[in-house]
């Protein structure tokens, strides 16, 4: 039984949803793990999201969240492995933390370079 409470900032209206991260295992060797859910809103109101998806059919009003399994990432497609790992490689060099690093060591290489040129500059007022 998984429990989750989003109590902070008056929880989660109806209409709305949040995500959240769920770390489990080892899992049974299926393709897909349907996870039944009630959702319980703080004025009493329940949605029950416990309908299974069958495939070829019309997804049901409130279907039962699914997580699909994959095997081992050795095991994946090649092909796919080589997207994926490009696809996060851009998003790790546009991230606001790959930024604020280069910032960083540019600021710290300025303020070298600013202490060198005092020092210098120092030595030169202190010889004459």
Known sequence: MIEFRADAGGGIAPGEFQEFALSGGPFPEVDELAFPAVQLYSDGNES?????????QEEPERPAPVLTLTSEAGAADPTTAADEAGHSHAAAESSPGALALFLAILAL????????????????????
Do not use: D
Request: aromatic letters at 6%.
């Open 109 to 128: 290489l300025v303020a070298v370079g600013g202490v060198v040129l005092g020092w210098r500059a120092n030595r030169r007022t202190v010889s004459s």
């Open 48 to 56: 029950a999201w416990i309908e299974p998806t069958v495939e070829g």
